[in-house]
């Protein structure tokens, strides 16, 4: 069932779990993290950034998708649609294509705009019951087109956004988007204990979750973590087990090459990742 992701997130601060953001880039994506999600009995967000809902031909699109997929795949367990990393404008298209969550990411803007425009999508965001995600400091590296320096985020910063009745934030603390560089210092603990110290019961984002080695995973969890985004992964696995597939030739065996064939093996490396994922979030048997 298509949910906010308040009471999800809430349930996991409370108790010491996170619960996985899935990017989805098309219909295989969404089945296979839907499938996983049921099987694993998880809570499960399915992420969209503003690219990937304009290559699936618009946020109405992947909003009839999902909601389709939850009813034939008689999915039951809690599933929130929520955009990633939205502009002011996306959030808006999203709160009309029937979204049940939303991210504005103001982090760009000065911390007084931030505010103004968050306030406003916050009232529009419950209006509808919606759940919203907020963002302070920016994440490191580029994800369709956002690209951060990936500072990290001022706590005082992090509360006032906070008081704004924002669900969960997201706030910068070395975390990166895409592959982690080799002298990567590593996540920003000490920052993030002194937000979480600001912003109370307020579930706190990861994003960037792809190579982030699971000690420090399980530390950011105990830290207030409650969400956590994978996408690279995903497409890594993807792609990984797509390329073994067509490079020992199963593409031209018999009817290798029809797409429900060509696409399976990578739509079953994203199960497995998925999987590992929610096992290492806690989230398993939570729904």
Known sequence: MLVSAKEMLDKAKAG????GQFNINNLEWTKSILATAQELNSPVILGVSEGAGKYMTGFKTVAAMVKAMIEEMNIT???????DHGSYEGCLKCVEAGFSS????????????NVAKTTE??????DNNMSIEAEVGSIGGEEDGVIGAGE???PQECKAIADLGVDMLAAGIGNIHGKYPANWAGLSFETLDAIQQLTGTM????????????????KAISLGVAKINVNTECQLSFADATRKYIEAGKDLEGK???PRKLLAPGAEAIKATVKEK????????KA
């Open 203 to 218: 579930p706190l984002v990861l994003h960037g979750g792809t190579g982030i080695p699971e000690d420090m995973i399980k």
């Open 256 to 258: 290798g090459f029809d």
């Open 121 to 126: 999508l916050v009232k529009l965001a419950h």
């Open 16 to 19: 010491h779990y996170a619960v």
């Open 77 to 83: 367990v809690p599933v929130a649609l929520h955009l």
């Open 152 to 154: 990290c985020a001022d």
């Open 102 to 113: 939303i991210m504005f990411d103001g982090s760009h803007y000065p911390i007084d705009e």
């Open 278 to 285: 929610m096992e290492l979030f806690g989230s398993v048997n």
